[in-house]
């Protein structure tokens, strides 16, 4: 039978289409294989790899799960269906999600793979308090976000080594007890094997090599990607020397930062400190 070749700027549901035919081949399926595990025939997945036809959210969840994608799918439902999210970082999330080790440098705010879902929220109807979208966008965003940290719990996990500058610790988001249990939740995070938490004090000061987030992602062939966001933009840096620049100043800012049992000790009093405010 002839393959016929999808445009991926075709349709909007193109991407998905080539994606979700990409991952059913990778696993040896055919579509008549496929079909009875995502709950529809095997012409309905047809037309939806040719992007004939847009998934269902129920869809692109069993295909993730029969795949074993790590949520790419799901991510890209998303996408989709919300315009909301940042012009760039889906395409990041589907990297991400295949990615086998993952670093991030966060100002502010504590990086979305760690947070709860009450720090997550606060974030997200903060904006739309502010005019950035309606509640019901903020729901589909903050979904979008904790799907993502579905990638901590798969068979075999990435490592993810997150450095938050302290910043992210002292600004208290939804209050002192979304922000008590978001600290907590970050303590427990450090005990994970695959996991590790930072954090860049104040005290480095004009030491610490970042001056905005980084992302790096190393991908199963070994090729190391990079993410940053300007304006309202976020973008994949693929160049091997800017990337192994960035690279470099990462691994100067993990020996800068407190190590790991330092960072959860300090991590720790400030929980305390707030706990101690609350009472």
Request: charged share 25%; glycine share 6%; aromatic share 6%.
């Amino acid at each position: 039978m002839n393959k016929k070749n999808v445009d991926p700027e075709s349709s909007p549901w193109a991407p998905f289409g080539i994606q979700l035919r990409k991952s059913r081949e990778a696993k040896g399926l055919r579509q008549e294989e496929l079909a009875p595990l995502l709950e529809c025939s095997p012409s309905h997945l047809s037309y939806i790899e040719l992007a004939h036809r847009p998934p269902s959210r129920r869809l692109a969840e069993l295909a993730d799960e029969a795949l074993d994608t790590g949520g790419t799918l799901l991510l890209m439902w998303y996408q989709l269906k919300n315009a909301a999210i940042l012009e760039g970082f889906p395409e990041y999330a589907r990297y991400e999600s295949l990615a086998e080790q993952i670093k991030i440098f966060e100002i502010d705010i504590v990086t979305g793979l760690l947070q709860t879902r009450a720090y997550a929220t606060a974030i997200e109807m903060g904006y739309a308090r502010q005019g950035n979208g309606t509640e019901k966008l903020a729901d589909e965003r903050i979904e979008f976000r904790l799907n993502r940290q579905k990638i901590l719990e798969r068979t075999s996990p990435p490592l993810v080594h997150v450095v938050l500058d302290e910043s992210c610790l002292r600004r208290i988001v939804g209050g002192r007890d979304i922000m008590i249990e978001q600290l907590l939740h970050l303590e427990q995070l450090t005990t994970r094997c695959n996991v590790v938490v930072q954090v860049a004090p104040y005290s480095l000061g004009e030491n610490r090599p970042f001056t905005h987030m980084a992302h790096l992602l190393t991908m199963p062939n070994r090729k190391v990607l990079a993410y940053g966001e300007i304006e309202q933009r976020g973008y994949i840096d693929r160049d091997t020397k800017s990337v192994a620049v960035l690279a470099k100043s990462y691994d100067r800012l993990a020996v800068e930062a407190l190590g790991q049992a330092e960072s959860r000790t300090f991590i720790r009093a400030v929980r305390r400190d707030l706990e101690w405010m609350s009472t």
